[in-house]
């Protein structure tokens, strides 16, 4: 490769990342089959821990769920009665504890809006996709999922797609409801999940530069 086509990918790449963001509001426009195969192949090519899966093939599985479809609705309905419960648990915890009351706000607040206004994030996009890493020893799952979503958002960003990460999706893997709507078994997988379709608005350009200060070379 000459320096001349190293320069064009590089840019290229460096467009991708400055697009990269999250989208919260979703167009009825519904992405095509190739583009969302696409977004998923990006996510397979992302590193895994093979000394964990050992010899299993199927250490990682895609669950595609369309914004219309019953299993939609049922997912919803599940995440709803776990961001209420999960709003009243944290509520009484800072209630007993300053600190957590100090540096938790933000995020009980987010919880306060899932559970009065429910989980938005699901039936907005055109498709919700779950992804499951095999949970082995040692169980890096997470990790590996932190890379297979980055690799899926970069790609998505290429395709002119909007991404949302859903986080909640992680702590829905021991969830016997949820995993028996997408036909997975409880406790065998780690959960991340993201939406995906076309954004409401056009996205403004982004302005970020390298910060030397927050940097030390030793």
């Known amino acids: 490769?000459?320096?001349?086509?190293?320069?064009?990918?590089?840019?290229?790449?460096?467009?991708?990342?400055?697009?990269?963001?999250?989208?919260r509001a979703?167009?009825?426009?519904?992405p095509s089959k190739a583009d969302v195969e696409a977004v998923i192949f990006a996510g397979q090519l992302a590193p895994y821990a093979a000394m964990s899966v050992g010899t299993r093939e199927d250490y990682r599985r895609f669950v595609v769920v369309p914004r219309d479809s019953d299993t939609m609705a049922r997912l919803k309905e599940i995440l709803d009665a776990k961001a209420k419960e999960q709003y009243?648990?944290?509520?009484?915890?800072?209630?007993?504890?300053?600190?957590?009351?100090?540096?938790?706000?933000?995020?009980?607040?987010?919880l306060k809006n899932m559970a009065e206004?429910?989980?938005r994030s699901y039936g907005s996009a055109a498709f919700n996709i779950i992804v499951a890493e095999i949970r082995g020893i040692p169980d890096t799952g997470s990790r590996s999922l932190a890379h297979c979503m980055q690799n899926m958002w970069l790609k998505a960003t290429a395709l002119g797609l909007a991404f949302q990460l859903v986080s909640i999706t992680g702590q829905m893997s021991d969830d016997p409801d949820f995993c028996e709507a997408i036909g997975l078994n409880p406790g065998e997988f780690s959960?991340?999940?993201?939406?995906?379709?076309?954004?409401?608005?056009?996205?403004?350009?982004?302005?970020?530069?390298?910060?030397p200060e927050y940097v030390t070379w030793l």
């Open 1 to 23: 490769m000459d320096n001349e086509q190293i320069a064009e990918r590089n840019q290229v790449l460096d467009e991708i990342l400055m697009d990269r963001r999250s989208i």
């Open 88 to 110: 009243e648990s944290f509520s009484a915890a800072m209630a007993h504890n300053p600190d957590l009351h100090k540096q938790g706000a933000a995020f009980a607040k987010n």
């Open 26 to 30: 979703f167009s009825e426009e519904i």
């Open 117 to 119: 206004n429910g989980v």
């Open 191 to 211: 959960f991340d999940g993201c939406g995906l379709g076309y954004p409401a608005q056009p996205q403004e350009p982004r302005s970020k530069t390298y910060i």
